[in-house]
């Protein structure tokens, strides 16, 4: 599975930004999906999951009520919509995605050793 996010980009601090992961030949409704971020000199860190068998999320607590993961179907795709961005949001933004036995996904998860497929990240720069 061959994940591509987009939607990076350089803001000033309170600014916005929609992050955007894709696939193609993939359901990605079918999968676990999160999004990470690692800053320079940091571990990879959780933002967000989200499990499309019920429409679970979880958010890590410093983007709590700032950002929102959710799935257009539609376009296959998953979001991550930040609002209020901070200066220390900056990092390299990460999809993820993982198969779960019985081929749906009824649980998040907010652990990078439970994600198989992996994109190239999209970089957000807040200043």
């Known amino acids: 599975v061959q994940l591509v996010e987009s939607g990076g980009g350089s803001v000033q601090a309170g600014g916005s930004l929609t992050l955007s992961c894709t696939t193609s030949g993939y359901t990605l409704s079918r999968y676990c999906l999160a999004w990470f971020r690692q800053a320079p000199g940091k571990q990879r860190e959780a933002v967000a999951a989200?499990?499309?068998?019920?429409?679970?999320?979880s958010y890590t607590d410093s983007v709590k009520g700032r950002f929102t993961i959710a799935q257009d179907n539609s376009k296959n795709t998953l979001n991550l919509h930040t609002n209020s961005l901070k200066p220390e949001d900056t990092a390299m933004y990460f999809c993820a995605a993982d198969r779960r036995p019985g081929g749906s996904c009824y649980t998040t998860s907010l652990i990078p050793n439970h994600y198989e497929y992996w994109g190239q990240g999209t970089q957000v720069t807040v200043s």
């Open positions: 989200f499990a499309p068998g019920d429409g679970d999320t």
